[in-house]
């Protein structure tokens, strides 16, 4: 078996993840859980297979750094793939992406999320633990201003993850390392490229968060990402990126750019045999901004179990929510092609060595969500309806 006949397994078997090493048997990620098949992989295969993906021209730079991020579309899956020196050998990681592009409805969330792409400007802070679909929610946020609005949209992600065709608004996607040399020169550029939406695939260092959050202050709608477990864990760990001295400053300019934080993991369901998303939502009213400025940042728990009438939502709430809906999108029962609504991209390359207003409210929605229309062959049409998104967005 070759890489690809890998992914098609793995594709078949509705894995999220595929991890390759010298010496073990494939292992797949299936709603979570780690198990897997086959016979040990020789480190000659693997060695072959990563040359090939990363290229003579690049090789010498991975020889350098022992890893290597990139994005190839493999059986019509688009992957997010980093390959690693271990000490058996060259692993692969790799990460199937969705084959559909990724919409509120398509992903299971509250169809009321939707109301946080109408503001004009604002951080949106989604987080949560590795894997659990944050990239999805950004796309899927991206996508409904997309098919909403016409917005000058840049994107800046390591690597890009989902490619998006241009409907109503103005879409640039930059992929660190093939574009730009790093996040903190993608986002300085994007202030003199006059973007009214701007998506950073996460915030990993302070000089990025120093950055975003300047951007989110400009007159910007930022969306980012950031590893936590929770909404107030969220605000504490950007806040305490930074030194001591300049805290209260940034706890201060954080408070007054927040738009949102979601945080979610991900529920699986048997009776749909798929996991979606389980969120906790975080608006930023005036007691929230309050213990954001004197970073008490243990006292939001209580704001969000007392401030459902303000739109936010713990996890035991939402779960409740999910428990009464009743309309679902499965993947799979619907017919679509490839690559859905995506749009292909050049393929990635290994980098070069490198060089030195108001706020809207989430409340529970019975909003139903649209259906296949039989005329397109069995293809989602997700293009606006007087019907469904005009109606919320007025």
């Known amino acids: 078996m070759n890489l690809e006949d890998f992914i098609a397994t ?25 198990r897997t098949l086959g016979e040990p992989i020789p480190a000659k295969a693997l060695y072959e297979w990563a040359h090939e993906i990363i290229g003579e021209a690049q090789w010498q730079h991975f020889l350098e750094r022992r890893s290597a991020d990139l994005s190839r579309t493999l059986q019509g899956v688009r992957c997010r793939i980093n390959i ?13 992406l969705s084959t559909f592009q990724a919409t509120i409805e398509k992903l299971n969330l509250h169809p009321d999320l939707k109301q946080l792409v109408t503001r004009d400007n604002g951080l949106i802070l989604v987080c949560g633990p590795t894997g659990c679909g944050k990239s999805s929610t950004l796309a899927a946020l991206i996508q409904e201003i997309n098919l909403t609005e016409a917005r ?41 490229e006059d973007p009214d939406v701007l998506m950073v695939g996460e915030m990993r260092d302070p000089e990025t968060m120093r950055l975003t959050l300047s951007a989110s202050e400009t007159g ?27 805290q209260n400053s940034v706890a201060a300019q954080l408070a007054d750019c927040l738009a949102v934080v979601i945080a979610q993991r991900l529920r699986f ?34 704001v969000l179990e007392t401030s459902a009438e303000h739109g936010m939502w713990t996890f035991p709430r939402y779960s409740q929510w999910l428990d009464k809906r009743t309309q679902w999108f499965v993947p799979g029962q619907i017919p679509e092609s490839p690559d859905g609504e995506m749009e292909d991209l050049p393929e990635t390359a290994m980098p070069p060595p490198s060089v030195a207003p108001t706020k809207p409210a989430l409340h529970e929605s019975k909003q139903k969500m649209p259906a ?13 309806t007087e019907s469904g998104f005009g109606k919320i967005l007025k």
Do not use: W
């Open 372 to 384: 296949a229309n039989p005329a397109s062959g069995g293809r989602i049409e997700i293009e606006p």
């Open 269 to 302: 369901r048997p009776d749909l045999n798929v996991r979606v998303p389980e969120c906790e939502i975080l608006m930023p009213t005036n007691p929230v901004k309050a213990h954001i400025r004197n970073r008490d940042f243990f006292r939001i728990t209580s």
């Open 152 to 192: 000058h949209i840049v994107t800046i992600e390591s690597p890009i993850e989902y490619a998006f065709r241009p409907r109503r608004a103005y879409i640039r996607q930059r992929e660190v390392g093939r574009d730009t040399p790093s996040f903190e020169q993608a986002l300085l550029d994007a202030l003199r």
């Open 10 to 34: 793995a594709k078949q078997q509705r894995a999220s993840d595929l991890h390759l090493e010298p010496g073990l048997p494939p292992a797949l990620r299936v709603r979570g859980a780690l």
């Open 84 to 96: 690693m020196q271990t000490a058996r050998g060259i692993g692969f990681a790799i990460r199937l």
């Open 220 to 246: 910007h709608l930022v969306m980012t990402t950031v590893h936590s477990s929770s909404c107030a864990e969220a605000l504490q760990r950007v806040v305490g990126a930074f030194p001591s001295e300049i």
